[in-house]
T-cell receptor, first 113, second 114 residues
Framework: AQSVTQLGSHVSVSEGALVLLRCNYS??????LFWYVQYPNQGLQLLLK??????LVKGINGFEAEFKKSETSFHLTKPSAHMSDAAEYFC???????????FGQGTTLQVKP | EPEVTQTPSHQVTQMGQEVILRCVPI?????FYWYRQILGQKVEFLVS????????KSEIFDDQFSVERPDGSNFTLKIRSTKLEDSAMYFC????????????FGDGTRLSIL
């Protein structure tokens, strides 16, 4: 069985500060890992994904994440937060034949001016 | 960029009534999914669909739920007799062939059961 845990349901940072959103996963098979962002009244937009290869992956809007197998983690970072980054962020894992996604609880990112 | 579209954006229905949520996946995608998000909770997998049949379903997807791809473009989720607890945001997603391909999501349908 697969599962995802996102530590911290709410994270608040100042504009220009480092963003760190934590995600730990559990998977019995090599996982595919994803981060999605959800803006109010919108669907889920893919930020980045890890499938195989380089463990540091870069995504849209300056975000990146590092896959650490030994720590079963896939934390999302951005060096400098922007007001427009305020949204809900979801980490997800996929590993079944059907490709279904298992989501974490989500983290609401607040960016203060 | 091609996108997944869902209609309606908001559906209000009386308990016990049937409801059909519609989705138009990205045209060259082969795998289709429905998820739901109850207010304040995480996004939950409902069902996956490939080659005109259900490939996997969750415990939530009981006999009251069904999916269909009636033509080459639409993908629908039907709830036969809605309950109050069916109130949620329902998301459709699709992806291309290849397990490493990401799923693309629609903007969702907010279903409110009265």
């Amino acid at each position: 069985a697969q599962s995802v845990t996102q530590l911290g349901s709410h994270v608040s940072v100042s504009e220009g500060a480092l963003v760190l959103l934590r995600c730990n996963y559990s998977s019995s098979v090599p996982p595919y890992l994803f981060w999605y962002v959800q803006y109010p009244n919108q669907g889920l937009q893919l930020l980045l994904k890890y499938t195989t290869g380089a463990t540091l992956v870069k995504g849209i809007n300056g975000f990146e994440a590092e896959f650490k197998k030994s720590e079963t983690s896939f934390h999302l970072t951005k060096p400098s937060a922007h007001m427009s980054d305020a949204a809900e962020y979801f980490c997800a894992v996929s590993g079944s034949n059907t490709g279904k996604l298992i989501f974490g609880q989500g983290t609401t990112l607040q960016v203060k001016p | 960029e091609p996108e997944v579209t869902q209609t309606p954006s908001h559906q209000v229905t009386q308990m016990g009534q049937e409801v059909i949520l519609r989705c138009v996946p990205i045209s060259n995608h082969l795998y289709f999914y429905w998820y739901r998000q109850i207010l304040g909770q995480k996004v939950e997998f409902l069902v996956s669909f490939y080659n005109n049949e259900i490939s996997e379903k969750s415990e939530i997807f009981d006999d009251q739920f069904s999916v269909e791809r009636p033509d080459g473009s639409n993908f629908t989720l039907k709830i036969r007799s809605t309950k109050l607890e069916d109130s949620a945001m329902y998301f459709c997603a699709s992806r291309a062939r290849g397990g490493n391909q990401p799923q693309h999501f629609g903007d969702g349908t907010r279903l409110s059961i009265l």
